[in-house]
């Protein structure tokens, strides 16, 4: 008897002791996730406000390097906090789990589509960087770093991934960030709105018309601006900054982005801005209230762009950088007509809501017509470019404007960089298309003169200026890390736009991270990677799978139940 006691004390011990060593390693593994967030989220403060705000006393000099080394700086030591605490983590999870018999298959991390496109595009940068020739320096740079002075190499590539899996995995998902971003932005926005009329209140060295804000030439601030503009824009659509005094604040504060976004100088940012009004109108026509806030967004719009018209007519020499599209929306009477049509569309949309006669039927047909209409017009605009390069003269006076025929100078020269980047990716062999030159090794093999004719090319009409991009991203891609680098980051950029907007229906932080995601994409049609916008894409890219991922815990947690 006294055997079978002992036997019995001796189990109960030990489930005792095996409780408690569970208790420990539950508090250990809770313990080293929070210090996880803690310091991924610091991170997170730096590139939306440090990174953004960032400038030294040389000014815009050596702004784009110095944008770059801060952001390898601050990203190398995060990695040194993260990494250590991500394998001690890994390591209690992994105990965890050895010692349940049987767990749950739905507590097994969940890998998505987009995981899997990031896995891609990693191992095509790798396999990029392995099959280069452009590992050695060179006065133009090396695949490990990048182009001097772009610094966009191998490294930098796994930093940005870097961000995406961190974010995603590592932090636990908190508003806040909105509410940081948005004023950090507006602080950019008015800061480059009042550098476009010749006011510095930062004292920038080599200022001049093509650089603006805090961010440097036009087309970087244009990327950074448009990308982090449209993620608050979808925020504020959806009325989550909370109370009245917030939600004005953060209008406040995407007003002085519009204001800013219109005067920059940039055409794919007003681009990218049509594009996106049209996408909002498709997500806001069945929803009286949302169709409320985009009527009203318009009003904004063109409230900035009237204040805009008001100042260049009273200061008409004051704007220091002006191209078509700034003075068609703040000098000729289409703003106008813009505020007419919206405040005549609030009040319709307002009147028929409060009478409870809203009909979704009328303004969803307006809004295929409207898309139709563009579409055809984006079909004969193409077929005329065709026409008019192939038989110049033929399509009668529009054979005059320089948008009409596919020249060098085309499209503010992408003419010119789509050819030498198309030349480029025909150039290589079989390998050399699946893998690319190197990761951003475009400008070394052009300079290299691999191709002779393309050197020539290129330097008679960049001079010695470094083409360090094809001024595409896709194509730049393409090149660089090849087909399989080009699918994997294309695939990674469209799977967490459809997924996040999708998402965004329900949860307005993951639909302001699509929106911001396809605000960088249709920019960089016509633009390219840089350190500013391309971090804060892999930022939202982050924080769209952490709440996807949060969102499928959570439904799996409801199954349980």
């Known amino acids: 008897m006294s055997r079978l006691i002992n036997k019995e004390s001796n189990k109960d ?7 408690e060593d569970s208790s420990v390693l539950e508090r250990s593994r809770s313990i080293l996730r929070d210090l996880l967030d803690v310091v991924v989220s610091l991170y997170m403060v730096v590139l939306m406000v440090v990174l953004p705000l960032y400038t030294t006393q040389t000014g815009y000099r050596y702004i784009g390097t110095e944008k770059c080394l801060f952001f390898r700086t601050a990203s190398l030591t995060a990695c040194k906090a993260v990494l250590p605490l991500a394998v001690l983590y890994l390591f209690c999870l992994g105990v965890k789990r050895l010692r349940q018999v ?12 987009t995981d899997l496109l990031a896995v891609l595009y990693l191992a095509a940068v790798t396999g990029s960087y392995l099959h280069t020739s452009f590992r050695q ?18 490294l930098t590539q796994l930093l940005f991934l870097g961000i995406y899996y961190m974010v995603s995995r590592m932090w636990q998902r908190k508003d806040w960030i909105m509410a940081l971003w948005a004023p950090a932005l507006a602080v950019v926005a008015l800061l480059g709105y009042l550098n476009r009329f010749g006011v510095y209140p930062l004292d920038m060295k080599a200022a001049g018309p093509q650089y603006i804000s805090t961010i440097g030439n036009i087309n970087w601030y244009c990327g950074y601006l448009v990308t982090v503009l449209s993620a608050i824009a979808y925020y504020l659509w959806q009325g989550r900054f909370g109370n009245k005094w917030l939600q004005r604040t953060g209008v406040l504060f995407l007003g002085m982005g519009l204001a800013s976004l ?3 100088g940039s055409s794919s940012g007003i681009a990218a801005l049509l594009l996106l009004a049209g996408v909002f109108y498709l997500l806001s026509m069945g929803d009286g209230e949302k169709l409320q806030r985009f009527w009203g967004g318009c009003v904004l719009l063109s409230g900035v762009c009237l204040l805009t018209w008001a100042v260049r007519r009273i200061w008409p020499q004051a704007i220091t950088y002006a191209e078509g599209t700034t003075d068609l929306l703040t000098l000729s009477p289409l703003p106008f007509l813009m505020m007419g049509i919206s405040l005549v569309c609030l009040y319709l949309v307002r009147r028929s809501c409060r009478a409870g006669r809203f009909r979704p039927g009328i303004w969803s047909l307006l809004g295929a017509a409207v898309w139709a209409a563009a579409g055809i017009a984006a079909v004969a605009y193409v077929i005329l470019l065709a026409v008019n390069t192939r038989h110049p003269g033929s399509i009668g006076a529009l054979s005059e404007l320089g948008a009409f025929t596919f020249d060098a100078s085309w499209g503010s020269n992408r003419g010119i960089t789509w050819t030498a980047g198309l030349t480029c990716f025909l ?9 690319g030159v190197g990761p951003d090794a475009m400008a070394q093999y052009i300079h290299s003169g691999v191709n002779p004719a393309l ?3 290129v330097e008679e009409y960049f001079g010695r200026l470094m083409l360090t991009n094809a001024h595409n991203e896709w194509l730049t891609v393409l ?6 680098g080009a699918v994997g980051y294309i695939g990674l950029m469209l799977t967490a736009i459809y997924r996040c907007l999708r998402a965004g229906r329900e949860d307005a932080l993951a639909g302001a991270a699509g929106m911001g995601i396809l605000a960088y994409t249709v920019n960089n049609i016509f633009s390219f990677q840089q350190v500013m916008s391309t971090s804060a894409v892999f930022l939202l890219l982050g924080v769209g799978e952490a709440c996807l991922r949060r969102g499928g815990e959570q439904r799996r947690e409801k199954r349980k139940i």
């Open 13 to 19: 011990n030990k489930k005792d002791k095996k409780k």
């Open 102 to 113: 049987k767990h749950d298959k739905g507590d097994a991390p969940a890998v998505s589509v």
């Open 137 to 154: 320096e060179t006065e133009w740079g090396d695949a490990f770093y990048g182009a001097v002075g772009w610094y966009l190499g191998f």
């Open 262 to 264: 219109v005067t920059q």
């Open 427 to 435: 150039d290589q062999d079989l390998m050399g298309k699946l893998v």
């Open 455 to 457: 050197k020539s090319m």
């Open 479 to 484: 090149i660089n890390e090849g087909i399989l």
